[in-house]
């Protein structure tokens, strides 16, 4: 991740919320890579179960605060400090989530990020082969580019200009908004895929 966000080591003191941490796959490996003393995270995710695993993970310590939160109908957590948050990560989150409340989840994060604070954002974009591929999976379109797979769960694939909407110009400034274009090869099907996701870097004004 430090590869990707390498902005994301000069940032101090670096007190991260990582929106939707899952069990913790970008969490120890950002206390590793970064071995920081003032390095904190504030990691939450809707499953429990999720939660339950980075806390039972062996590298869990004291820099992490991990707690159950559904961005879209909770409010963050009194203990998570409201103005002093310098870096939010959304990795592969926010395309699981309605579009109709992007507003909602980016105005929770804005609330508690210090001036200055970062968001790292990286999640699928338009002309991605899964978008393509939905319906012949058995998956069914929503919305404008928005997707439910077979197994009920969600993809919104983001363009630039929706990134623009989602981190407008008043509130922030856009440092990077682009394409990463990748060819992933699946050796068993001998198939080659050619995936695109979209990586966003901003600061809250």
Not at 25 to 35: A, C, K, Q, R, V
Request: include cysteine.
């Amino acid at each position: 991740m430090c590869r990707e966000f390498p902005e994301i080591s000069q940032i101090e003191p670096l007190t991260i919320l990582e929106v939707g941490c899952g069990v913790g796959n970008t969490t120890y490996p950002l206390i590793e890579d970064l071995g920081r003393n003032d390095l904190h995270f504030y990691s939450f995710d809707f499953s429990p179960c999720a939660v339950k695993l980075l806390q039972q993970h062996e590298k869990f310590c004291d820099a992490v605060t991990p707690f159950v939160c559904d961005i879209v109908k909770d409010d963050l957590p009194d203990f998570v400090p409201v103005g002093k948050i310098t870096c939010a990560m959304m990795i592969f989150v926010l395309s699981a989530i309605s579009p109709e409340s992007f507003a909602l989840v980016e105005k929770k994060i804005y609330d508690v990020l210090a001036p200055g604070g970062w968001i790292f954002f990286r999640d699928y974009a338009l002309g991605d082969l899964a978008a393509e591929r939905f319906e012949e999976k058995g998956g069914r379109k929503i919305s404008d580019n928005f997707f439910v797979r077979k197994d009920g769960t969600r993809a919104y694939y983001f363009s630039k200009e929706k990134m623009q909407e989602i981190f407008p110009a008043d509130r922030y400034e856009i440092v990077q908004n682009h394409y990463v274009a990748k060819q992933v090869e699946n050796k068993k099907d001998q198939i080659k895929m050619n995936r695109i996701w979209i990586q966003t870097k901003v600061i809250k004004k």
